[in-house]
């Protein structure tokens, strides 16, 4: 089944880590971190295992 969604709306933004230039799919929040795809995997909390 095919879904018929409008496409997000991107917001540019620059990464906290790398400052690199980045597309974010929110709108930034002054004063919050954003990180670019690579940089966010650093940061994202470890996945606990269920078992």
Do not use: I
Request: glycine share 2%; net charge positive.
């Amino acid at each position: 089944m095919m879904y018929d969604r409008a496409p997000r709306e991107m917001h540019k933004a620059v990464c906290a880590d790398c400052n690199k230039e980045c597309e974010v799919p929110f709108k930034p929040t002054e004063g919050r971190p954003v990180y670019c795809r690579d940089c966010y995997s650093k940061h994202r909390p470890a996945r606990r295992s269920r078992f």
